[in-house]
Structure formats: C-alpha cells, structure tokens
C-alpha cells in the first residue's frame, strides 16, 4: 500500500524557519519525481516545489524562491521542504506529491503550516 506521510507543520513566527518532511512507503520512492503543494483555506491548490527522482534538478513557484527548498533523501524514502523567511502568505495546509508517470500519482493527506506573532 502506498503512502506518504508529511510532518513537521507548526505555528511559526513571521520571518522564521521550519522544515516539512514526506515519508513514503510502498513504493519505489527514487522512481518518483515529488512534488509540495499548498492549499490556503477559499483558495485553489497551488505547486510549491517540486524535485526530479534522482533530486538533481528542482523548481519553485515565484512566491517562495529563494525562501524554500526542496531536497530528497532517496535512501530514506523521504522528501523535504526547508522554509525560511516564513511570511503571512505562506500559512497553508502542506501536502506533498508522489508522480511516478502520468497515471501514476499518490498525495499525503497534508500538514498544517500556521504562520502568526
């Protein structure tokens, strides 16, 4: 059975750091590409990062360049998103992203990043 497990979401400071992480299980995790996405409450699920399977090449939406990144640890079956500089946008419900072909995708069902003084 596939699964993929985030942790780490917290309330935060504005301006801090905090780091996500996504553990997978049931499948051949250095196979799948892996994205994080993000759902604010009202708002559509947007792509936050992603990372190819062999972590060698990853992508960011504009709005948190430079602030996240994103990193895998193939050996570990498990993907991270390192969050700096955290802003009152950036509060959202974290889910991350298994593809591993076009009908091939699995989703985690989500942490919970509040940002507040």
């Known amino acids: 059975q596939v699964q993929l497990v985030e942790s780490g979401g917290r309330l935060v400071q504005p301006g801090g750091p905090l780091r996500l992480s996504c553990a997978a299980s049931g499948l051949t995790f250095s196979r799948y590409a892996m994205n994080w996405h993000r759902q604010a409450p009202g708002k559509v699920r947007e792509l936050v990062a992603a990372?190819?399977?062999?972590?060698?090449?990853?992508i960011y939406a504009d709005s948190v360049k430079v602030r996240f990144t994103i990193s895998r640890d193939n050996a570990e079956n498990t993907v991270y998103l390192q969050m700096n500089n955290l802003k009152p946008k950036d509060p959202a419900t974290y889910f991350c992203?298994?593809?591993?072909?076009?009908?091939?995708?699995?989703w985690g069902r989500g942490t919970q990043v509040t940002v507040s003084s």
């Open positions: 992203q298994g593809v591993g072909g076009a009908q091939d995708n699995c």
């Open positions: 990372i190819t399977s062999a972590g060698d090449s990853s």
